[in-house]
């Protein structure tokens, strides 16, 4: 007669968890983060403010995702930040979560620049508003030029992508060729390489 098992069953194993997996995001915490956006931001350069956000501190989207609604909001029409503020929510929470973020985005601006478009023409004669604003600009275009260099860095590689990428620059910055045409004869071409560099990706 055999002898009983005497090993325990060894008990089952909790699965595992990704520590750095963050909470789902919820509509009152993108209200109020495109709140504060639209209420605290000046001079523009709320696309860093947005991936600094979104993606390094909250863990909502993934940097590759939101470069995607970047680019997107860039080619709708429309403002970019607002383009960017309904593509954020509709990829975190639906429609519902793409309407909170727009009425977020644009609440406080919207009463805002009625207060003070009642003043500027008070404010316009002094010397040291022009030099505030034209401080605030240039901080502006650092916060710009921080995401398009991370932009580059994570998404561009390749002989391919650079040279769509110099050749917009050139065409745009320094030949002065209208915007539309440009990214009519480039956009395909980018997309081509896109695809051509995920197929080959996938093969290997």
């Known amino acids: 007669m055999s002898e009983p098992n005497s090993e325990t069953p060894a008990a089952p194993q909790a699965p595992d968890t990704d520590l750095n997996v963050a909470p789902k995001a919820t509509l009152t915490s993108l209200f ?3 709140f504060q956006m639209g209420a605290l931001s000046f001079g523009g350069g709320l696309m860093a403010w947005v991936y600094r956000e979104v993606v390094d501190r909250r863990r909502w989207m993934s940097g590759s995702d939101l470069m995607s609604g970047i680019a997107l909001a ?3 029409p429309g403002v970019n930040i607002t383009n960017l ?3 954020v929510g509709q990829h975190l929470r639906g429609a519902l979560g793409a309407a909170v973020c727009m009425i977020g985005i644009i609440t406080a601006p919207f ?3 009625i207060g003070l478009a ?3 023409a008070q404010i316009d004669s002094i010397p040291w508003a022009h030099n505030f604003m034209a401080g605030v600009a240039t901080a502006a275009v650092g916060l ?3 995401v398009t260099l991370r932009s580059i860095r994570n998404d561009v590689r390749g002989i391919g992508p650079i040279a769509i990428l110099l050749g917009v620059f050139i065409a745009i910055g ?3 060729w209208p915007l539309v045409p440009v990214i009519a004869c480039f956009a395909p071409i980018s997309v081509a390489l896109a695809w051509r560099a995920s197929k080959v990706k996938a093969d290997a």
């Open 32 to 34: 109020w983060l495109f």
């Open 74 to 76: 860039q080619v709708l």
């Open 85 to 87: 503020s309904i593509y």
């Open 111 to 113: 009463f805002l620049v």
């Open 118 to 120: 009642a003043i500027y």
């Open 144 to 146: 710009v030029l921080s």
């Open 174 to 176: 320094v030949l002065r």
